[in-house]
């Protein structure tokens, strides 16, 4: 796909949200895509592969949580894969400053070269799971936002966002459309944790049937210092 096709399409999308980008983000974001493809050949990054699907399904979904997003924030994207949604969200807020975190390290390998590709700043890349760095002092309660899709079940992922935040902060979830069931089964998790729910949004995608739901979870008290417990035990044993 051209440069020319690749920003009417993802322009035509970005209107329906009332988001603007100019043309050099728009560069970025294509750079963005053909290193997601090229290097997908070699290391399994995403199932989408397709460049329409890509910019629906990977670029408009990651800014559809911006507008949750205060001016100049701390963010950490906490198994960001293929880098979403973090680089996507840094790509179209210069002021973010940006701490993306996985488990494998050849993921990691592909974010550096996207990040020095796209001439990205303030933005770093961590190797750990999300239950070891959450115990380190120099990342616990540090982060203005903790964001993470398509990592695990709400309880689970309370679990590794909410140790990061600072009181006062937030968690912004992104999950499908059903969403109730997870999130009464999550209460419990998300006030052990220290955090309360403030805002659920579900909408779809533009120009699409594809459900999506936005979970905000306010950070009021300080998380407990035996979590997050120690790696697996919240996949496996959620709190209830």
Not at 160 to 175: E, S
Not at 187 to 205: C, Q, T
Not at 219 to 233: I, S, Y
């Amino acid at each position: 796909m051209g440069i020319e096709e690749f920003s009417k399409i993802f322009n035509d999308y970005l209107k329906e949200l009332s988001i603007k980008i100019n043309e050099e983000q728009i560069q970025k974001f294509y750079t963005y895509m053909n290193l997601l493809m090229e290097w997908n050949e070699k290391i399994n990054l995403t199932a989408i592969t397709k460049p329409e699907e890509i910019i629906l399904k990977h670029f408009v979904d990651c800014l559809t949580i911006s507008k949750y997003i205060e001016t100049n924030s701390k963010l950490i994207d906490v198994g960001t894969g293929a880098g979403f949604p973090g680089i996507p969200l840094k790509i179209y807020r210069s002021d973010l400053k940006v701490t993306l975190v996985d488990s494998l390290n050849k993921r990691l390998n592909f974010l550096n070269e996207v990040i020095n590709s796209l001439k990205l700043e303030n933005i770093e890349t961590i190797h750990a799971r999300a239950e070891e760095l959450g115990r380190n002092k120099g990342y616990r309660e540090k982060f203005d936002i903790a964001t993470s899709r398509a990592v695990a079940n709400l309880s689970t992922l309370s679990e590794y966002l909410l140790p990061f935040i600072k009181i006062g902060g937030k968690c912004i979830c992104m999950k499908g459309a059903d969403i109730d069931g997870e999130l009464d089964n999550a209460k419990k998790a998300i006030e052990v944790l220290g955090g309360k729910v403030v805002g659920k949004e579900v909408f779809n995608l533009p120009q699409s049937d594809l459900g999506r739901s936005i979970i905000v979870i306010e950070k009021t008290k300080n998380t407990p210092g035996k979590f997050p417990r120690k790696p697996g035990t919240p996949a496996k044993e959620p709190i209830k």
